[in-house]
């Protein structure tokens, strides 16, 4: 490694690190945090003459700016003496009074006596150093505190839990499995009737195959789960997608009027529905216009639908579906839509006409059947924000349509939702793939088993583990051996 | 022995490690004197009368490329070879050879004796002469031996003791030899972490005996294979092994008297190995096990002496005929040896640098079964680096070491020095990462090189290795050459089951197919080697023309990994002073004290971020040590 490159790795963690672990600014209470070597002793800066308090004890004191210091607040003070603390290293945790000033003054008396400033996740970073947590615990904390929906507060709960990094953790006592097979197979031929065939350790490894892709599975929606679904309201003007995108988030954020062409910019939200975070974006009406502004609009909008997870396609449901509307339909490919036929207080119910998904528009036999075939409208709603018509059913089928498998299995289950990880289970799952396949191909066990190590240290590089002779012992464990 | 009984280096102890140390550091040219109790017993086979098997196999021709002497003395003295594994490629061929007792050690001391400058002195070793933290001799019944540097081989012999049942101890090294107590005493007294393993025997019974209509015969393969690369030793006629089986009425008498076993009943205190348990741990821990396999192998050409493979027991010798008697084919049997266990001090090897030399005491090594392995293999190896860098020191020259990708030796070595061991060690392919590279096929050409870099071998030895080196080339460079017609390669390929071809076609791309072995294409293709006296050559081109992806891949995973093994540790690096570094892996790289940054990934408990931790406090820490100085 160069210099160059050392330069850019973490600060060592010798020092101790300060920070304030509440938003600056609100609540009554602040809490300001340290943690490393220094941190009892800052502590004891702050508060001369005192004894200190009895760990893991909340502690009333008096902290000033050192000997003789003015006074800065009256606050519960705890210490966490390591390595029973979040980070592992000595911690106190100060609970003072909130708003600007206090949790600032404190925290600069802090540095001032010996500690520095943390980088954002650096408490984190040192907890996984020191071994509280792995890696994928760490990442779930992070979604944790910036979690918005109820699913992927569950979901990374679930995760700091370990409930992720267990089922890794399994998947590779799997593997450890199949390689200890393997050992048992090559190392150990005069045994007691052999009990280890080929056969035996295909089985095993197609059963972890199966496994670590019914894991990847998770992988789109849990990485949907974090960042929220990308849900694109569009549709020609004035067809109430602003009025709808308000309705959604309950407040009155994108301007309403009776003008074709009101919005010009994208609005973007998050907001969750039925627990599950989408992000909503209202469009610029779809049109060839001369204004140069709504076509800078419309060229917004169609950059968004190219990256959409969903699309909720509103159309006046007084007009019928035109050609233009068709072709847009069959332009999204295999995103799926939903279409709104909106403002239905305003039509006749028996007016209220037209297909409802793929196969209703190619059944009605409207226009050209083959090309909307290739769109993907899972579901049709005839919707009013006057009267509240179809808002209930479409918040209803919106979760199941993003996140059906999550809906039916519950969040409390392994989910990837990093890129991080699901890259390192797919290479993980290649490599078994391609050991399967030399098996098939007549490749002696003792050369394919070359291919498994990496798909181990995936794997153990995903939990930040390190590899131990675990095959052996599970050799010694499963087999009599002992010719 | 000479008058000023002055040498450069001395080995203690002449079993299977210290011969292999005393050959070495001889044949490097330093003066040697090997001194063991008795010169009658040098090279003695302790337990099994076998060399090889899976893993072991390779070591001993590992052995041997580097110069050694296990090779030239199974060949001698082979009474029934096999290939194990051979079905499963040559990747993992094992080569095993039952040994006759009496010829084996008998090639070893003929092999000893032909080294210029080796010596050898029959006392018992009581002592090491130190000056300043230094080994500068040993101390014997008969007198003070001078050397620079020493390497104590004392096998199982350190405070020894043999358990017959539960109320039968004594103190011995062997049956029927004396323990080596004071020189274990006094490694303890200087400070040296010491530890207890165990391990057992099993009963020995006369042939004339067996009925053995009752057992299934097992032949050695016909096969003029050698272990030895180098040297063509005459190779005795085979004998037979004989395969029993226990059943309900062995079980019967074991779990009957399980509290009259040594080794169940508490009287020993040190672990054993769990490859090679004792019928009683079978017995105990697989209680659905019906029936349980029994080898019968010859102990020589001219003994009826049976060994009874699968059954060590540390039972009394009553109760060991009453279950034998049980198994088919043994119901008269004579016993002629009782079983036993043995428990002995050893080193915990963490105190060892990788060239086998002790941290704490320079110019002291270790090797074999005193550093926490088990098996003559292991020891072989582990004797031949140890004299060989006793001597490297003595003459002033650079140590010699074996990386993880070069030999089993190599992860043999770096094994117990990294991850230490709680059980007595032994090689399996599965410890090597790299068993694709690590081949009995190719030990020599893996090592022959390094060791004639170094010296290590004769004059004879070199010619040979020049020989083979012209002859894999001339093997490989045929298979990438020969083009074989359509007429020549189709019944071959018929045979196999492989598609016909209907253009001629280089022989080496026919070899790719899984299905179509060397030696049959060498044959189709009118080749003027004969792939059944080249196994070597031909089982090579095999895997790496065959296997090619596979074995590239590898040899790319242990470059990537000498890479970070190129950045050295410090050795005066204050571990318990590196706060950054979880306190664990401060805990473990203190102990093992790695050499590089590779290693100390390899140490159990130490993880990615210690390791990046590591990479900035050693840079820190060599800027403070500027400052210094
Ligand atoms: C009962 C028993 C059962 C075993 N079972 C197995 C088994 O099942 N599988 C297996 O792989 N291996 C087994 N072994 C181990 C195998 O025998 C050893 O691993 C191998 O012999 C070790 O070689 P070594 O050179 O280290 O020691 P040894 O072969 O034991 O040689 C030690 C030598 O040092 C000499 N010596 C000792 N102390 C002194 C001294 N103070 N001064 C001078 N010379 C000294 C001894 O006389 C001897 O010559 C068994 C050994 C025993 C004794
Ligand atoms: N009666 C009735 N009127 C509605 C409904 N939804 C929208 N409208 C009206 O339709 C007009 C257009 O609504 P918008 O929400 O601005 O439409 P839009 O699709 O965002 O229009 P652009 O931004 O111009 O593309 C407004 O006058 C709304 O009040 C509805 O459900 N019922
Ligand atoms: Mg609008």
């Known amino acids: ?483 | 022995m000479s008058s000023d009984r002055t040498y450069d280096v001395i080995i203690v102890g002449g079993g299977h490690a210290g011969s292999e140390a005393a050959a070495a550091a001889a044949r490097l040219g330093a003066r040697t004197l090997l001194i063991t109790p008795d010169l009658a017993r040098v090279g003695q086979m302790s337990c099994n009368p076998a060399i090889g098997g899976i893993a072991k196999g390779v070591v001993a021709r590992e052995v041997d490329a580097l110069g050694g002497i296990m090779g030239r003395a199974t060949d001698a003295a082979r009474i029934q070879f096999r290939m194990l594994n051979r079905s499963k490629g040559p990747a993992v061929w094992s080569p095993r050879a039952q040994c006759d007792r009496e010829l084996y050690p008998f090639g070893v001391r003929r092999a000893l004796d032909e080294v210029p400058g080796l010596f050898l002195h029959e006392d018992m070793v009581t002592g090491l002469l130190m000056q300043d933290g230094r080994v500068t001799g040993v101390r014997t019944g008969g007198g003070e031996f001078r050397a620079e540097a020493v390497v104590v081989t004392a096998g199982t012999f350190l405070r020894g003791r043999i358990h017959i049942g539960s109320d039968a101890s004594v103190g011995a090294g062997r049956v029927g030899e004396a323990p080596s107590v004071e020189l274990a005493q006094e490694l303890e007294a200087r400070g040296l972490e010491i530890a207890r393993f165990k391990t057992g025997t099993p009963p020995r019974i006369d042939g004339r005996s067996v009925d053995f209509t009752r057992t299934e015969r097992q032949d050695g393969d016909p096969q003029d294979f050698r272990f030895s690369s180098y040297v063509r030793e005459s190779i005795p006629e085979q004998r037979p092994c004989w395969i029993t089986w226990t059943g309900e009425g062995l079980r019967e008498v074991v779990e009957r008297n399980l509290d009259r076993s040594a080794l169940f009943g508490g009287e020993i205190s040190g672990r054993g190995p769990r490859y090679c348990p004792s019928i009683e741990d079978k017995i105990v821990r697989f209680p659905d096990a019906a029936r349980h396999q029994v080898f019968l192998e010859p102990e020589g050409l001219e003994s009826t002496e049976l060994y009874v493979n699968g059954l060590s027991t540390s039972l009394p010798a009553e109760v060991q005929v009453e279950f034998l008697h049980t198994v088919p084919g043994l119901e008269r049997v004579e016993v002629t040896r009782v079983g036993y266990a043995i428990e002995y001090d050893y080193f915990p090897p963490h105190q060892l640098r990788h060239t086998l030399e002790v941290r704490a005491f320079p110019g002291l090594y270790f090797a074999g079964q005193i550093n926490g392995t088990t098996g003559y293999e292991e020891a072989a190896g582990q004797g031949l680096m140890a004299g060989a860098n006793a001597a490297l020191r003595v003459l002033g020259r650079s140590p010699f070491v074996l990386e993880r990708d070069e030999a089993y030796i190599g992860v043999l070595i770096d094994d117990l020095i990294t991850k230490g061991t709680d059980e007595p060690y032994r090689l399996f392919t599965s410890r090597a990462e790299f068993r694709l590279l690590l081949r009995q096929d190719n030990a020599s050409r893996r090592l022959g090189p390094r060791a004639r870099e170094i010296g290590l071998l004769t004059e004879r030895q070199n010619e040979a290795l020049e020989i083979l080196e012209e002859r894999d080339l001339r093997v490989q460079r045929w298979f990438v050459e020969t083009v074989i017609e359509p007429a020549d390669a189709n019944p071959l390929l018929g045979q196999c089951g492989s598609s016909p071809v209907r253009q001629p076609v280089r022989a080496s791309e026919l070899l790719k197919r899984p299905e179509v072995p060397a030696s049959g294409l060498a044959h189709a293709g009118g080749a003027m080697f004969d792939p059944s006296t080249d196994t070597d050559a031909v089982a090579a081109v095999e895997i790496e023309i065959k296997y090619e992806g596979y074995v590239r891949r590898e040899a790319e995973r242990a470059r990537s990994l000498r890479r970070q093994a190129d950045f050295e540790l410090p050795d005066d690096l204050p571990y318990e002073d590196l706060l950054s570094i979880s306190s664990e892996a401060r805990e473990k790289m203190a102990r093992v004290r790695p050499s590089t940054l590779a290693q100390a990934g390899r140490i159990p408990g130490v993880s990615p971020a210690d390791l990046q931790s590591l990479i900035l406090e050693v840079r820190r820490w060599r800027r403070k040590e500027a400052c210094f100085t």
């Open chain 1, 1 to 483: 490694m160069t210099d160059e490159a050392s330069s850019r790795l973490p600060e060592l963690a010798v020092d101790t690190i300060a920070a304030l672990a509440t938003s600056p600014g609100v609540g009554a209470i602040a809490l300001v945090r340290m943690s490393g070597p220094e941190a009892f002793e800052v502590l004891r800066a702050l508060t001369p003459g005192e004894d200190d308090p009895a760990p893991r004890t909340a502690t009333l004191r008096s902290l000033t700016k050192g000997e003789g210091g003015d006074l800065l607040d009256r606050a519960l003070v705890t210490s966490f003496p390591r390595p029973e603390s979040y980070t592992g290293e000595d911690m106190v945790e100060i609970s003072c009074h909130g708003g600007w000033l206090v949790p600032r003054m404190i925290l600069d008396a802090c540095v001032a006596t010996g500690a520095r400033l943390a980088e954002p996740g650096e408490f984190t970073r040192r907890a996984v150093l020191h071994g509280k947590m792995d890696l994928v615990q760490a990442e779930a904390v992070l979604d944790l505190i910036e979690g918005r929906s109820k699913a992927q507060h569950d979901a990374a709960l679930f995760q700091v839990e370990r409930g992720l990094s267990r089922r890794i953790g399994e998947l590779r006592e799997q593997l450890v499995t199949v390689e200890a097979y393997l050992a048992h197979h090559i190392d150990f031929p005069e045994e007691d009737e052999a009990p280890v065939t080929v056969d035996r350790v295909a089985d095993a490894a197609d059963a972890l195959r199966d496994a670590l892709e019914e894991l990847l599975e998770t992988a789109p929606e849990g990485e949907l789960l974090r960042e929220g679904a990308v849900t694109v309201l569009a549709g020609p003007p004035n067809s109430g997608k602003s009025s709808l995108y308000n309705a959604l988030l309950g407040e009155e954020r994108a301007i309403v009027t009776d003008i074709p062409g009101t919005t010009r910019d994208a609005l973007e939200a998050v907001i969750s529905i039925g627990g599950f975070p989408f992000r909503l974006v209202d469009t610029a009406g779809l049109r060839d216009s001369d204004d140069q502004v709504e076509e800078l609009g419309v060229e917004v909008a169609r950059r968004y639908l190219d990256r959409a997870d969903l699309v909720l396609f509103c159309v006046e449901s007084q007009a019928d579906l035109g050609s233009a509307e068709l072709e847009f339909l069959t332009g999204l490919g295999d995103v799926p839509t939903v279409l709104l036929r909106t403002k239905v207080d305003l039509t006749p119910r028996d007016r209220v006409s037209g297909p409802l998904t793929s196969e209703g528009l190619a059944a009605e036999g409207l226009d050209d059947g083959h090309r909307v075939n290739a769109a993907d409208v899972r579901e049709s709603v005839d919707l009013s924000v006057v009267d509240g018509t179809g808002l209930g059913r479409l918040k209803e089928i919106l979760p199941e349509l993003v996140y059906g498998g999550l809906v039916r299995t519950g969040t409390s289950v392994p989910a990837l939702t990093r890129a991080r990880q699901s890259e390192a289970v797919q290479k993980a799952r290649d490599q078994v793939v391609a050991f399967i396949e030399a098996l098939e191909e007549g490749t002696p066990v003792a050369v394919a088993s070359a291919l498994l190590r990496p798909a181990e240290t995936a794997l153990e590089e995903l939990l930040g583990l390190i590899s131990t002779d675990e095959i052996l012992d599970r050799v010694f464990r499963e087999f009599c051996i002992g010719k």
